[in-house]
């Protein structure tokens, strides 16, 4: 597991990860990569939160895969459906 990343490391991972992040948004309609603050008490740990909105396991499933077999984000990623 990763370690927990700031916000302005979870920025500079998502800025330098451009291409992976455009990959997993062409995996279906309407999936978003953003940074995310999962904390309300610690408004500087950030994570990259990937969103999804398919009824069906496949777009999540697609999403893990490509980042399975990818070196990743750089920082913390979670997948949220919408």
Known sequence: MRPAATVAEATAALAGHQDLAEEIKALGDGIEVEVGKPCPGNQ??????????????SERDAIADL???????GAPVYLVKR
């Open 67 to 73: 980042l399975s077999r990818r070196e990743g984000l």
């Open 44 to 57: 500087d740990r950030g994570l990259i939160m990937v969103s999804y909105g398919s009824r069906e396991r």
